[in-house]
């Protein structure tokens, strides 16, 4: 049976066990709806999708959609190895509760209520790994969006590609704060609204997330000791760097046509044809036959390139009007001074390789007696050949050294290939024990409901069920035989719960057994590698300094921008010089407020720490977000983050209150007058200092004046998630 065929529907308005509104609602649930590094598409009602079956059939659990009124039981499909809820600030939420409220705070009837990543995981690492990872992007969703995160990490199928680990992460359109669904997260917004708010567009956004999907799957590969690396741009990108570096074998190998996904209806329609039978199947034999055909070719192609430049180069090359003829003579006889023809005496050149440092070696020279130059002193390679100085590593190949030698005792003993089985196994039993756990819920409340059905049964036929002793209606022995079978299956599942709890313990004895036989000899590495990592970060930091250079030549960055700051800031600097700070949020915010002080003159560093975080928080981004941007992106003292972060929002209030005065809004309270006194009266750092004083007063006095209050729209409100 295949997976999207496993699935039950239930319409609790309606006897029969598929109803008419269970059939429309499910009809395309199961099915993928949009690769990772292809696109994100929203989960739509107006697209018949409904948040509550997606994450049903993703998670392989029942939940009921209260909505419409059905149940979507998927406790039976195969193929689910880990699931997971994660929420800003380690909130504890409960997937029924959270996709129905998702659901129940739209109205519109083609409302968004979630969107969905599909993300292709490396299958050079193990269950374990691929969890962290996905764990890893999952907490980069909730923490940079604000929103609520269900992970769900399926195995390859069984008749598909082996290779083919895959995760679904669905996620709410609303920003999870409080425990309610508040307001659409930003990258939900269309992008007239993100340019009044000072972000980028939402394309740039998912640009942002490929570039750090890739990052983190190429940071756990590394971190595996795995060689493989993906590459989140585009063929057409890629060759064009390997251009850049004049990779030409890797250009040549790149100039191929991209891949197309099949998808699970042209792949059905492959698997039962028993040949490539669908037009996206073809076309993906086609690309792959591309692609075998230019990595074969690519050398050769390469070297015909390289041999086409030396041509051209030669055929630029002009001789001298004034060259002596015997210079295209050819080859010379050296038993044959005569052959030479004259040599002109002021000329040394003349007379070939001779040591520039001692001219005596050559000695009187006859025109017509070659032999009086005698032997000649070659030089000395010392005086001749300058000092050569190893160019520095690259920065990202030093880091991800240290990475390796920085790594824990705990995160090497991790890497043990027979403690990271045995952790896998673990991990798969916990899973199977959930499974049969909700699968012997499930049976238990199914056979429950099968001894109610027949006890209403009884009720209504009196006389049969009187009669039931001697012959028992075929109705009743239905209903009897159903409710024994739920009764065997919630006894198999109990069963095999706690044969896989006991499994686990066991692999957990043996774990700690093997571990112990291990300790000695990784801590005795990891002391050796502390000395090596000293040296690494040493030289990282003469790379990271050479980095810096290279990017102010290249930016043309003023000297006065910043003479005092370290190398590592340097190189932050000129990036906001260079208007090269692009993620979304708060360092583009910081990137504005930078353009905005330098337009001024010279460049004022805490200025524009306060000013772009007061823009970034005016944009719905929250503190740990700024404070993540200035610790990453701005150069200067990083003990004083906080610190201009308090300011921040200091200054983002003083504008709220201030634009709301220059919209014609009078204070409805004293303590509202006064504050608009402080604001307007002062300059931005007097009024700052007094704001930060009384920050939690002055944001209660705003909250309490209806004519400075933030408006709020209430249709954006949801339910509370219980």
Known sequence: MRKHEQGRTYDLASPSPCGPSGESKIKSQGQPIAIFHASTKPLSRSAGRSSVAAAAYRAGVVLIDRRTGVIHDYTRRSGVVASELIAPGGVILDRAELWNAAEQAEARKDARTAREWVLALPAELDDEERAVLVREFGRELATRYGVAV???????????????????????TRVVAGG???EKASIELSDTKRRQLGLSPAADEVKALRECWAEMANRALGNAGQEARIDHRSLADQQVAAMERGDLQTAFALDRPAQTHVGVHAMAMDRRAHYVRSDRGQKRVDARAA??????????????AVMAEWDEAAAQVVVAEDAPS??????V???NWASVGPVD????ASVGPVDPTNWASVGPVDPMNWASVGPLNPPEATTMSPSITAPPRPVDELRTEAARLSRTVAQRLDAVPTLAAGRAARRQLRVEAARDEQAYDTARLSAESQAKRASDWKREHPVRAMLAGIVKPKELRQIEANQADWLRQAEQHKQAGLQAIDRHNEIRREQAAEEARHRPAIEAQYQADQVQLAKIRAELAVAEAAAVEAVELATEVTPELAPALPALDQLRAARFEAGKVETPGAPYCLQLAYN???KAGQVDWDAVAIYGTAKALASDNDEEHCAAALAKWWPGEQARVQELVEQGRAQALIDHVRTRLADGREPRTEEGRMLAAVVCDHDDAIARAAVVATYETAVEVVGNDSALRPERDSEHLAPELR
């Open 150 to 172: 269900d992970v769900a990490i399926h195995e390859p199928d069984r008749e598909g590609d082996k290779r083919n680990h895959h995760a679904h992460v669905l996620t709410t």
């Open 180 to 182: 309610v669904l508040g």
């Open 291 to 304: 692609q075998r055909e230019t990595e074969i070719t690519a050398e050769a192609r390469a070297a015909q």
């Open 326 to 331: 015997w210079a295209n003579a050819g080859a």
């Open 333 to 335: 006889d050296l038993t």
């Open 345 to 348: 005496p002021t000329n040394w």
């Open 596 to 598: 905005e002080t330098r």
